[in-house]
C-alpha cells in the first residue's frame, strides 16, 4: 500500500472539509481561493483547470495494525466526518460553475446550494467541535473505512471521488457542456448525501443533527428531480419551460 499517496489524498479531502480553514491543497491547475470564518471569500475556477485525475483510490486498503471496531465512533461523528468534506466538494463545484452555466434556473441552483451547504458545513462544524472537542474531521483510512460501515453509501472510490473537491472541479471544467455536466455530477453527489443522511435520520442521537439530515433529504431531492426535468428539457426529451 502507497501510504504517503494516501495521506496525501486525505490531506485534499480534509483542507477543503471544513470552510473555516484555508483551502491548501488543489489539484494542478485548478483556481481555488483561501476561506475563512464560515464561508469562502473567493470561489474554485475553470479559469485555467486542468486535466481531471484520479487521486490513488486504488490505494484505499486498510492496513493490518488498524482494529478500531464502528462501536468506539459514535454514529454523530462519522456522519458530521463525512459531510463536512462531502458539502464542501459541492460547494468548489457549484463555485466553479457558476459563471459557466448557461441557464438561468442551474445557475439560481448552483448558487443556492454555495449558501445552504456553506451553512450547514458552519452548522455541523459547530456542532463537532462542541460534541467532540474539534472542528476538524477526521480523515484517515480507518475514519473512512468507518464510515462506510455506517453509511453503506457505495464504494470507497465512489465516496471519495464524491468528498474531492478537486477532482469535482478539474472534471467539471474539463466538459464539453457544462450544463449537462453540472446536472450529470450534482445528481450523484446529492443522492450520496440523501442516501447518508436516511441513515442519520435513524441513527443519530443528537436530535439537532437528525433534524438537519431530514432537511439534507427533502432539499437535495427537490434539487434531484428538478435536475432530472432540466436535463430531459436540454435532451429534447421534454418542451422546455416558458
Request: aromatic content about 4%; overall charge negative.
Amino acid at each position: 500500500m502507497k501510504q504517503r499517496s494516501i495521506e496525501r489524498y486525505l490531506a485534499r479531502i480534509l483542507t477543503v472539509a471544513a470552510l473555516g480553514a484555508s483551502i491548501l491543497v488543489s489539484a494542478p491547475g485548478v483556481a481555488n481561493a483561501q476561506s475563512h470564518g464560515g464561508t469562502p471569500e473567493a470561489t474554485w475556477s475553470c479559469a485555467t483547470a486542468g486535466t481531471p485525475t484520479a487521486a490513488g483510490h486504488e490505494d484505499m486498503a486498510m492496513g493490518d495494525d488498524m482494529q478500531m471496531d464502528i462501536a468506539e465512533v459514535e454514529f454523530d461523528q462519522l456522519y458530521i466526518d463525512m459531510m463536512l468534506p462531502h458539502h464542501g466538494s459541492i460547494i468548489a463545484l457549484s463555485q466553479a460553475a457558476l459563471p459557466e452555466l448557461t441557464g438561468p434556473r442551474l445557475q439560481e441552483m448552483a448558487q443556492n446550494i454555495i449558501d445552504a451547504q456553506a451553512a450547514e458545513n458552519a452548522q455541523l462544524t459547530e456542532w463537532r467541535t462542541d460534541w467532540y472537542g474539534s472542528g476538524d474531521p477526521a480523515m484517515d483510512e480507518m475514519t473512512m473505512e468507518l464510515m462506510l460501515e455506517a453509511m453503506p453509501v457505495g464504494t470507497m472510490e465512489e465516496m471519495m471521488r464524491e468528498m474531492d473537491a478537486a477532482y469535482q472541479v478539474t472534471t467539471f471544467c474539463a466538459a464539453d457542456n457544462p450544463d449537462l455536466a453540472f446536472i450529470d455530477q450534482v445528481i450523484p453527489h446529492h443522492q450520496m448525501a440523501i442516501d447518508a443522511s436516511e441513515v442519520a435520520v435513524e441513527q443519530a442521537v443528537h436530535p439537532e443533527l437528525v433534524a438537519l439530515a431530514e432537511e439534507v433529504i427533502v432539499a437535495q431531492q427537490a434539487e434531484i428531480d428538478l435536475l432530472v426535468d432540466i436535463r430531459a428539457e436540454l435532451a429534447g426529451e421534454a418542451t422546455p419551460a416558458a
